[in-house]
């Protein structure tokens, strides 16, 4: 009899024991679910960290007497530093918008009672969140904040320290300041998560196939019979095992596939939970090759613990 | 076809088969006596490779048992077929595939397995239950499929172990009729029993006489019990 009809034989011969079966499904569901939970906060944590504070950051202040034609020649061969993610740039006068735009949002607008348009115009005159009398005196430098992916192969620290050296050094610049601990904390999240993630992954690989294996162990005491009949009859062993290995293979598949919507609903659920205020946190469900990943390592390790299982 | 030679068995500490001697030719019908506990399974378990002996020379259909390794274990038992006393068939299949799934192992095409499979079915009067499931049938039914199972794969040597200890006596009758027959056709068959009924109809068979693991000789056979019996109605 052909490999491929026996393995359909095995899994035609699931139904014939559909408890157990049913519960290596939901085991095998439960722990990639496990293992997909564990994943999706990995994935969060990395794209949170990665969004907020994985870039190196400078900001360059130039004296505030600095000729703004010249700075702003350096501001456009800044932009063409490798590297350079996002050049923002602040004139004095757009500093000082963005000053008082900040100001007057971080101060209460204060509840006017409706009145005509004379009152009205008063109330403007005397509005605390006017601050246009600062710009008279505008004492604001020219600055620039300057974003870097570090390249590839680089460690943080060394690479930071030449590009303030750099900065530093340009024609005008009074001082730079960069986000040297944020950029050490966000780098060894990374690297705890990517430390983390492999240790973690042979953990769930362990666990998935103790369960199917042990499962399908108990299964075969249920057909223990049967297995003995056919080593009676003179079964090869792979007559015996490749339907076994099937049914791991189609269990591994079944929970996988299985354990992906439970964890989209959890992640659904993640999401309204936790995208409000103060958190604003956006979920984020794992990537195609994430979810192609779990699947298939759930049904490679079941199978081969069905395999392993099977022996005798 | 069997060949042992000064073989010894332990089991559980003790020595289940001590220092035995068979020899059964092509074809032969051998009955295998003695009372309970004397060893009778336990020579018929050396005999399809289901134990291995301690020491001594054995060989069954050209295998040699002495260095038989399991992965040599489904050549030795696709020569030699085994029949158990509580049956050993599946309850949940129907009888064709009780008796299908011997010539399946052997990769048989599918075609060339109805056939064979309906001649046996026919052959033991068993085709009513064809595609009933084994626990609808009685035990004597039971017993029929797990010896259609044996025979229709022709093999060289059937070894039955108390085939018809749960059966009546007509129904054991014709069981035995049924192992003569195949007998007749070449196939070596050794059966182990101690209804000296059983021995009664089959006079012709030679008796191999086991007491505590050890083949007596007939010389120094006490006659006594179901060889005695079986002696005086053979004679
Ligand atoms: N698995 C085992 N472990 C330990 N001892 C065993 C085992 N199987 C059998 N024995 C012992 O070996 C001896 C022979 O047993 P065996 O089953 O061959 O007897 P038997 O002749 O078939 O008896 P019966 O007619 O009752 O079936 C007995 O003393 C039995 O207790
Ligand atoms: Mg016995």
């Keep these: 009899m052909s490999t491929s009809k026996l393995m359909l034989r095995g899994v035609a011969d699931m139904v014939r024991h559909p408890l157990p079966q049913l519960l290596t499904l939901v085991t095998v569901c439960m722990v990639a679910l496990l293992a997909g939970t564990g994943l999706l906060i990995l994935h969060n944590v990395q794209a949170e960290v990665l969004k907020t504070q994985a870039q190196a950051r400078f900001q360059v202040y130039w004296s505030a007497s600095s000729n703004m034609t010249e700075v702003e020649g350096q501001w456009a061969d800044l932009k063409r530093v490798p590297g ?170 079944a929970g996988g596939v299985l354990s992906l919507f439970c964890l989209k609903f959890l992640q659904s659920w993640l999401k309204s939970v936790l995208d409000v205020p103060p958190l604003f946190l956006k979920v984020q469900f794992l990537p195609a090759w994430q979810c192609l990943a779990l699947v298939l390592a759930t049904t490679c390790v079941a199978g081969l613990a069905a395999f392993i299982a099977a022996r005798k | 076809m069997v060949h042992l030679d000064h073989i010894n068995c332990i089991l559980g500490g003790a020595h289940a088969l001590t220092d035995v001697s068979l020899h059964v030719e092509r074809g032969e019908f051998v009955f295998l006596t003695g009372p309970s506990g004397a060893g009778k399974t336990t020579l018929l378990r050396v005999l399809y490779g289901d134990l291995k002996p301690k020491n001594g020379a054995a060989t069954v259909a050209g295998v040699d048992l002495m260095r038989l390794k399991s992965s040599g274990l489904p050549a030795l038992r696709r ?79 059937i070894l039955a172990d108390e085939p018809t200890g749960n059966l009546d006596s007509d129904l054991s009758r014709h069981l035995i009729e049924l192992f003569k027959q195949f007998n007749t056709y070449g196939t070596t068959v050794i059966m182990a029993t101690h209804n000296r009924d059983v021995l009664s109809w089959a006079p012709e068979a030679r008796q191999v006489h086991i007491v505590r693991g050890q083949v007596t000789l007939p010389t120094a056979e006490v006659l006594s019990g179901a060889e005695s019996v079986a002696a005086r109605r053979g004679a």
């Design chain 1, 84 to 253: 350079v993610a996002e050049v923002s740039t602040f004139t004095p006068r757009a500093a000082m918008a963005e000053l008082m735009r900040g100001l007057s949002a971080a101060t209460p607008a204060p509840v006017a009672p409706p009145a005509d348009n004379a009152s009205m115009a008063n109330a403007t005159a005397s509005n605390p969140n006017d601050f246009s009398w600062l710009e008279g005196e505008n004492i604001l430098p020219p600055t620039a904040l300057v974003s870097f992916d570090i390249p590839a192969g680089e460690a943080p620290e060394p690479w930071m320290g030449r590009m303030y050296a750099r900065l530093r050094g340009l024609a005008g610049v009074e001082k730079v300041t960069y986000n040297a601990t944020q950029l050490n904390l966000a780098t060894g999240w990374i690297a705890l998560i990517q430390h983390a993630a492999w240790p973690a992954l042979g953990f769930f690989a362990l666990v998935v196939g103790l369960v199917v294996g042990n499962t399908l162990k108990l299964m075969m005491l249920a057909r223990k019979d049967e297995v003995e009949i056919l080593s009676l009859v003179g079964a090869r062993p792979w007559f015996i095992r490749a339907p076994l290995f099937a049914n791991g293979v189609v269990q591994g598949f």
């Design chain 2, 79 to 157: 020569k030699v077929a085994v029949v158990f006393q509580d049956f050993k068939v599946l309850p949940e299949r129907t009888v064709f595939e009780n008796i299908s799934i011997a010539l399946e192992v052997r990769g048989v095409p599918t075609a060339s397995i109805d056939r064979r499979v309906r001649a046996v079915i026919r052959a033991l009067d068993l085709e009513e239950r064809s595609y009933a499931p084994c626990r609808e049938l009685s035990g004597g039914e039971q017993q029929r499929v797990a010896i259609a199972r044996s025979m229709v794969v022709n093999p060289e040597l």
